[in-house]
């Protein structure tokens, strides 16, 4: 089992930065790929940005050049780097953790609130 919980949601302006953070209930990076997805209210989840267990890393195009996903190992954690924000960008942030082998063990956090406003 893998506990999954985000943090740095907030509100932030259009332009500016905010830094999700992912933590795991045990060490979990040398097995499972990492991603962050994002949903709003009447629309299907999708597929932010993903890291593999072995480092290759993919990001939806709406964000590629404006966000980076990175892993911290030594601290079970996985990280969300937003630049350059847009309102568009507004949604409930979620960390997802999926076995390299079983397809079956996948794990979700509660999600984080991020909203971009002036």
């Known amino acids: 089992q893998v506990q999954l919980v985000e943090s740095g949601g907030g509100l932030v302006q259009p332009g500016g930065s905010l830094r999700l953070s992912c933590a795991a209930s045990?060490?979990?990076?040398?097995?499972?790929?990492l991603a962050w997805y994002r949903q709003t209210p009447g629309k299907l989840r999708e597929l932010v940005a993903r890291?593999?267990?072995?480092?290759?890393?993919n990001y939806a195009d709406s964000v590629k050049g404006r966000f980076i996903i990175s892993r911290d190992n030594g601290n079970n954690m996985v990280h969300l780097q937003m630049n350059s924000l847009k309102p568009e960008d507004t949604a409930v942030y979620y960390c997802?953790?999926?076995?390299?082998?079983?397809?079956?063990?996948?794990?979700w956090g509660q999600g984080t609130q991020v909203t971009v406003s002036s």
């Open positions: 997802n953790a999926q076995h390299r082998v079983v397809t079956t063990a996948a794990y």
């Open positions: 045990r060490s979990i990076f040398s097995t499972y790929a």
């Open positions: 890291i593999s267990s072995g480092g290759s890393i």
